[in-house]
């Protein structure tokens, strides 16, 4: 067999498949590179989903023209210079082949000039070869060109999805940069098209509403707490704004947007008594940790990072999460029509990068959204203005009726309250089982006949793991024979409740996620898993129940959502009823 070996070019497009995978991944380091270099205000063009045109322009300090050829070297970066910087790095890039390797796989030409220079350099490099080099007028900072790209690796390009679809991939990629670095005025233009353009003026909401719109920024609630070695600044959505996957929960860690399995279920744990299961929040959450802390070096596009003691951090991040949320009364008020739309008005102006006017001139006017007034009032109460769920407010409340057997419509003040008695007695027998658990003052209630539960093996197995548990919770279980066991007893609270079915159920949850910690936090897990299982209410009541039932919910410390994240209560206000009865005109 013969070795072989390769030569410069061939090493170098071989090396460009780790960095450019598609149009996104060339943006994501050519701006982070801009960020990195000290630029405030930063503009990215692309054409055909950047497969035809990527243009960055950015007012860093630019590129020295005796150091324009090393910036196309592979392993050459300013960032760094021995391995032991790896440990202290704040850098978004550091490895040095980003250039090397968008410049093996596409048409490259850099204009880049020093502040102290009089004039600044011209770079063109296809394929990795160059092909011209000459002194230019241009003004401070670096514009780099990529045209064509994978048009010299045909199999390449055969893979790259519709210009649209790369397109969203960008786009995407711009939207969290944005939002990472909020001081920078980014401006994002594909096909002669503005998308958007922030300010760079340090305010996050700002940009949020830009991107997402007024009604996602009408539902956030700041979040600003500092630990030992870390901070977390940002918004957490209000229930209300759930989603369906969980493309929404945005993180950052030192100004690096990344995907971390750890803080992902930290903070849904955290959100877990407000929102129904398989749904996930709206957050846009800033960590700013300690650099010895974390290891940002474990995957080539960096989006992934490895964090020390994982799970004291986790447990850190669920509890502020939870005391976040807990602190704010969380009552959904509902409307029956969206809001008129305000009058559109030009945004503050922004730095302008090089180029940007030239580019601007040739483009339609650009309209864009009236700033967010974020002193409008919220449309969930703060805690200490008006609460709705207390002992003060319960006075005056005044019990209507009841409809469909399942809504009670209570008055109070301007606001029509309608309780769901279901998800209301869930969360009251729920609550009830969480404290005597935490008292641990739980009584078994004998089954007699006993329930016999045929188990799999990976049932079996869980169940073995956890027993112990589940009898400190009032679980009584014995061996049967084979893979059967006896359920004799449960928790005097959950009596009734489908005995069999909610076992199982707490079975398949405690096997779909790793549950780890303390004996108690497992045990705590196990008791949440079986109430939320078994609590199924669904009874007729009279006003007199109803009023026992409205008194224990405001017992509760948190009464607005059941086990499963329902809303136990919604508000209308009578301004929103006169409206719809035109006898206010707006």
């Not at 011209?122 to 994978?150: C, M, Q, S």
């Not at 994002?188 to 007024?214: C, S, V």
């Not at 679980?475 to 007893?489: I, K, P, Q, R, T």
């Not at 928790?491 to 004996?519: A, K, M």
């Amino acid at each position: 067999m013969k070795i072989n070996i390769l030569d410069n070019q061939t090493i170098d497009k071989i090396a460009a498949g780790e960095v450019v995978e598609r149009p996104a991944s060339v943006v994501k380091e050519l701006v982070e590179n801009a960020i990195d270099s000290g630029a405030d205000a930063v503009t990215v063009e692309i054409k055909d989903g950047g497969t035809t045109l990527i243009r960055v322009t950015d007012n860093g300090c630019g590129i020295e023209k005796s150091q324009i050829r090393n910036a196309f070297l592979r392993h050459a970066t300013s960032k760094i210079t021995s391995a032991e910087d790896l440990t202290d790095l704040v850098s978004l890039g550091f490895r040095g082949e980003a250039l090397a390797s968008i410049a093996a796989v596409s048409m490259v030409e850099v204009i880049s000039k020093v502040k102290e220079d009089l004039t600044g350099i011209r770079y063109v490099i296809e394929g990795g070869i160059e092909k011209d080099l000459e002194e230019i007028g241009a003004p401070e900072g670096t514009t780099i060109l990529v045209r064509n790209l994978f048009y010299n690796t045909p199999p390449r390009r055969k893979f790259l999805k519709q210009p649209q679809t790369e397109g969203s991939y960008v786009a995407d990629l711009m939207e969290h940069l944005a939002l990472s670095h909020p001081q920078i005025s980014f401006h994002f233009i594909a096909n002669n098209q503005n998308k958007f353009h922030t300010p760079g003026n340090g305010d996050l909401k700002e940009i949020i509403y830009r991107i997402y719109g007024k009604d996602i920024v009408r539902e956030l609630q700041e979040i600003h707490v500092q630990r030992d070695g870390f901070s977390i600044d940002g918004f957490l959505g209000k229930p209300i704004i759930n989603r369906s996957n969980r493309n929404y929960e945005l993180f950052y860690i030192n100004g690096r947007y990344i995907k971390n399995n750890l803080i992902s279920k930290a903070v849904e744990d955290g959100y877990r008594e407000y929102l129904m299961q398989h749904k996930f929040p709206f957050c846009i959450l800033h960590f700013n940790i300690d650099t010895k802390l974390i290891d940002v070096n474990v995957h080539p596009t960096k989006m992934e990072v490895r964090i020390a003691d994982g799970q004291k951090f986790y447990e850190m991040i669920q509890e502020i999460i939870y005391e976040s949320l807990h602190q704010r009364e969380m009552i959904p008020e509902v409307t029956f029509a969206p809001e008129k739309t305000s009058p559109v008005s030009k945004m503050p102006a922004a730095p302008e990068p090089f180029e940007t006017r030239r580019i601007a001139a040739a483009l339609p006017v650009e309209t864009v959204k009236e700033p967010v007034h974020y002193q409008s009032k919220p449309e969930q109460l703060d805690l200490f203005d008006n609460v709705l769920l207390s002992p003060k407010a319960r006075e005056h409340f005044e019990i209507i009726g009841q409809l469909f057997e399942t809504y009670w419509l209570i008055s109070y003040q301007d606001k029509l309250l309608i309780i769901d008695q279901h998800a209301a007695h869930e969360k009251v027998k729920y609550e009830r089982f969480i404290k005597h658990f935490q008292t641990h003052d739980i009584v078994s209630q004998n089954l007699n006949p006993p329930v016999i539960i045929t188990l799999n093996g990976r049932e079996k197995e869980c169940l073995l793991q956890n027993k112990d548990h589940f009898e400190s919770l009032g679980f009584v279980l014995e061996e049967f024979g084979g893979s059967d066991y006896a359920l004799s007893g449960v928790p005097l609270d959950l009596y009734g409740y489908r005995e069999t079915e909610f076992f199982y159920d707490i079975l398949d949850e405690l096997i779909q996620e790793t549950v780890s910690g303390t004996p108690e936090n497992i045990r705590m897990k196990i008791a949440s898993l079986a109430c939320k299982a078994a609590v199924k209410g669904n009874s007729r009541m009279s006003v007199q129940e109803a009023e026992v039932l409205i008194d224990e919910l405001l017992t509760l410390d948190n009464p607005y959502n059941c086990p499963h994240g329902r809303p136990t209560i919604i508000s209308m206000s009578k301004t929103e009823l006169e409206k719809k009865f035109k006898r206010i005109v707006t």
